[in-house]
């Protein structure tokens, strides 16, 4: 995979990575994939993002505190995220990632412990080598600054697939908001957002192997051409009526 590849092809590359092999990212490459994302839009071009990249020791000590904060239920997310906020088709959705994932990594959904480890697993970013944690400024209701903190994130992610790397965000380390900004020394002003553990996808990882459905685009997408048409025609009726 490389830089070459076509957009529509690095689109559908793209996926969720949850097994990587340890070997870091070249320097080179991480400030190449971050100069991609840094180009993402924002509101009023105001790139509210703010990224710490973990690497090393560092990532090490961090994976440790995490767990070791999980541990003692020291959980303190910065915003708010549970499976019952989602109505309808969403917590459709929502279950069915989770079975689907946990089927192709052979857990068994009754089985709590094998669930838990799974679950885990985030906090180890899934063996990656490096982490961006992405931290934004409390502005408002936070709902634009997210927005473009996710931008960022999906310009960043595509930009790992075209140089043959992969990544998964991650919410889940956006609940250990306070552990990792003390163990990372970073102003409590800043709010975690999520995570993205990155590097080289093992392709040959069973979590690496299964691609999740996606809904077809009528289910989310309404074109408005009918509509458009009918108040056409009916103006050019009234119009008629009216001389
Ligand atoms: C903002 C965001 C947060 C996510 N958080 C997690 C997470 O904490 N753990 C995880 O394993 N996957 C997480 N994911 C990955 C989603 O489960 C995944 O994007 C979704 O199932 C679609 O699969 P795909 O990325 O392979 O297309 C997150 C995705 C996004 C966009």
Redesign the pocket.
């Known amino acids: 995979m490389s830089k070459s590849m076509h957009f529509r092809d690095v689109v559908r590359e793209?996926?969720?990575v949850?097994n990587f092999h340890p070997q870091p990212v070249p320097e080179d490459i991480l400030r190449s994939v971050l100069e991609d994302a840094q180009r993402s839009p924002s509101n009023c071009n105001t790139q509210p993002w703010q990224t710490h990249i973990v690497s090393g020791s560092k990532r090490d000590a961090l994976s440790k505190a995490i767990l070791a904060a999980d541990d003692a239920g020291q959980l303190t997310p910065d915003f708010s995220f549970g499976i019952n906020d989602f109505p309808g088709v969403y917590r459709e959705r929502y279950s069915a990632?989770g079975a689907a994932y946990y089927q192709a990594i052979g857990v068994k959904r009754e089985d709590y412990d094998q669930r838990r480890d799974a679950s885990r697993r985030?906090l180890e970013f899934f063996g990656a080598p490096h982490v961006a944690l992405l931290f934004m400024p409390e502005v408002g209701d936070n709902v634009r600054v997210a927005g473009d903190i996710?931008m960022y994130?999906q310009t960043l992610l595509l930009s790992l697939t075209a140089h043959g790397l992969g990544g998964?965000?991650?919410?889940?380390?956006g609940f250990y908001g306070d552990t990792i900004r003390k163990e990372l020394d970073i102003d409590p002003s800043l709010k975690l957002l999520?995570g993205i553990s990155f590097g080289y996808p093992d392709r040959e990882h069973p979590a690496n192997k299964y691609?999740?459905n996606k809904a077809p685009i009528s289910e989310s997408v309404i074109f408005m051409v009918v509509f458009i048409i009918l108040c056409h025609f009916s103006k050019i009726f009234k119009n008629r009526n009216d001389t």
């Open positions: 793209r996926h969720s949850r990632q985030n996710g994130a998964v965000p991650q919410t889940m380390l999520f691609r999740i």
